[in-house]
């Protein structure tokens, strides 16, 4: 993709679910440029900055009653991207490259509480211990396992909502424990030992579940290239900007090496800080959601320097939850 596709806030109307359908959608390739045309200019180094997508903007944000869901399909048999020199391989199902991708969904009032009261295996209605102003019939949540098995987490969707009491739509399996009957002082400080209980759902969505097989769902990468061509430079400086998104069935099974890290979000070799004069804005990762997912959430690699990874719900990965060799 070169050019600029772009959801501006504005042009969806309350209630409006957009979809977009793909199986990959590749980035700033440079197809598009006239690298001939560029050469004559006689500079050493040109940007190429011909390819990026803009889903709302931190300014205008897409609003809370409209849903933009990407999907990205395809099984382990999906056509695959290979490596240009220098960088890990794009790989299937993949989502990026090396322009720009900015994604700016409704923030939720809270994104995580705890819960009140000890649920036991059956229970269908829980209480929280925060104002959950926001959430909505439909919303998928989870509930963090509170003993030794992070397989007891459970996954439910909202069917009821009255002031901090919700209704799921199944039963428990497992206990979780409540801070009414956990929370103790010790040494001046209080804890308790209360459940998590985490929103998943944004309105602007990644789904790579389709065709996954339980293994190879979608990807998000952030490349910077530089290509040489003629003793001139041309440099394609990726960037992306993920706040309040959902990544539901992202990341790719198995693929753990270093040069092939198949995370749900892999930032490789990427200069988060903002550079206007070759249009390159701000890197960072806030405020989203990822659960169902095949590999590491975020990654951020090989020199990706002063990223911002902050305030997101990550459930139900393989492998780490966040990595990084940066600072």
């Known amino acids: 993709m070169d050019g600029t596709l772009e959801i501006a806030a504005d042009t969806l109307q309350s209630g409006e679910h957009l979809i977009i ?8 390739t440079g197809m598009g440029a006239d690298t001939d045309q560029l050469s004559r200019r006689k500079r050493g180094t040109e940007y190429v900055t011909n ?7 931190a300014e205008n944000p897409i609003p809370c009653d409209v849903t933009v869901e990407i999907r990205i399909n395809g099984d382990q048999n999906a056509r695959s991207f290979g490596a240009l020199a220098g960088l890990p391989p794009i790989g299937a199902k993949a989502l990026g490259g090396f322009g720009g991708i900015e994604m700016h969904g409704c923030a939720p009032t809270r994104t995580w509480t705890t819960l009140t009261d000890t649920v ?31 397989r007891h987490t459970a996954y439910f969707a909202i069917t009821q909502i009255s002031g901090s009491q919700i209704t799921l739509n199944t039963t428990f399996i497992w206990r979780h424990l409540g801070s009414s009957s956990t ?4 040494k001046g400080r209080q804890v308790d030992q209360a459940a998590e209980v985490a929103l998943l759902t944004r309105n602007i969505r990644i ?40 990544f539901k069935g992202m990341g ?16 490789w070799g990427t200069n988060p800080t903002p550079d206007i004069s070759i249009e390159r804005n701000e890197s960072y990762v806030r405020g989203c959601a990822f659960h ?24 139900g990965t393989v492998d780490d939850a966040i990595r990084t060799d940066s600072v």
């Open 21 to 28: 359908e793909a199986d990959h959608l590749v980035i700033n």
């Open 51 to 57: 390819g990026k997508i803009v889903i709302g903007t």
């Open 120 to 150: 036991n295996a059956g229970a269908t209605v829980i209480t929280v211990n925060d104002d959950i102003t926001g959430w909505k019939v439909g919303d998928e949540i989870v509930v963090a396992s509170s003993d030794f098995d992070h």
């Open 183 to 186: 929370t103790d002082t010790f």
């Open 207 to 246: 789904d790579g579940s389709g065709g996954a097989e339980g293994k190879v769902g979608g990807r998000v990468v952030v490349f910077s290239w530089t290509e040489n061509i003629d003793g001139h430079e041309f440099v394609h400086a990726g960037y992306g900007q993920f706040e309040n998104v959902e």
């Open 252 to 267: 790719q099974f198995g693929y753990t090496n270093y040069d092939d890290l198949r995370a749900q979000i892999l930032f």
């Open 292 to 315: 169902g997912g095949f590999h590491t959430a975020v990654a951020a690699m090989f020199d990706t320097d002063g990223l911002v990874i902050d305030n997101n719900i990550v459930f």
